[in-house]
Nanobody, 130 residues
C-alpha cells in the first residue's frame, strides 16, 4: 500500500555530508512512522533513525547522534536523512522504511525494530572514503 524510493546515495569523503531522500506514494504518507536503516554485507540490517508521522518524536542509534538528522515533509510525501561528518563506518546500503501500525510510546526499541516495519525501499548505497 506504500511504495518507497530512496535517492541521494553516492561517494563522499570522510568528514563530508550527504542528504538522503525517500519519496513515498500510495496510502496517506502522514499516517506513517518512517525509519532509516542500513546494512553492510554479512551483517544484520541496523536502525539509523526514525520519525513519528507528525515529526514530534525522533530516535537515533548512538553512533549517529549529533551527526545525522531525520526530518519529513508530509506535503511532499518525503522523508530525509541529513548525514554530516560522515565516517568510513557509515558506509552501507541505506533503506527507507515505513509502517502504519505503531501505537503507544515510540521508544528507541520500538521504532528501531526491523520487525515493526512493513514497507521498504530498494536501498541506496552510501560509500565513505578515507
Amino acid at each position: 500500500q506504500v511504495q518507497l524510493l530512496e535517492s541521494g546515495g553516492g561517494l563522499v569523503e570522510a568528514g563530508g555530508s550527504r542528504r538522503l531522500s525517500c519519496a513515498a506514494s500510495g496510502r496517506t504518507f502522514s499516517s506513517t512512522v518512517m525509519g532509516w536503516f542500513r546494512q553492510t554485507p554479512g551483517k544484520e540490517r541496523e536502525f539509523v533513525a526514525g520519525i513519528k508521522w507528525d515529526g514530534s518524536v525522533t530516535n537515533y542509534r548512538d553512533s549517529v547522534k549529533g551527526r545525522f538528522t531525520i526530518s519529513r515533509d508530509n506535503a511532499k510525501n518525503t522523508v530525509y536523512l541529513q548525514m554530516n561528518n560522515l565516517k568510513t563506518e557509515d558506509t552501507a546500503v541505506y533503506f527507507c522504511a515505513a509502517t502504519t501500525s505503531l501505537i503507544g510510546h515510540l521508544t528507541l526499541e520500538v521504532m528501531g525494530s526491523v520487525r515493526n516495519y512493513r514497507y521498504w525501499g530498494q536501498g541506496t548505497q552510501v560509500s565513505v572514503s578515507s
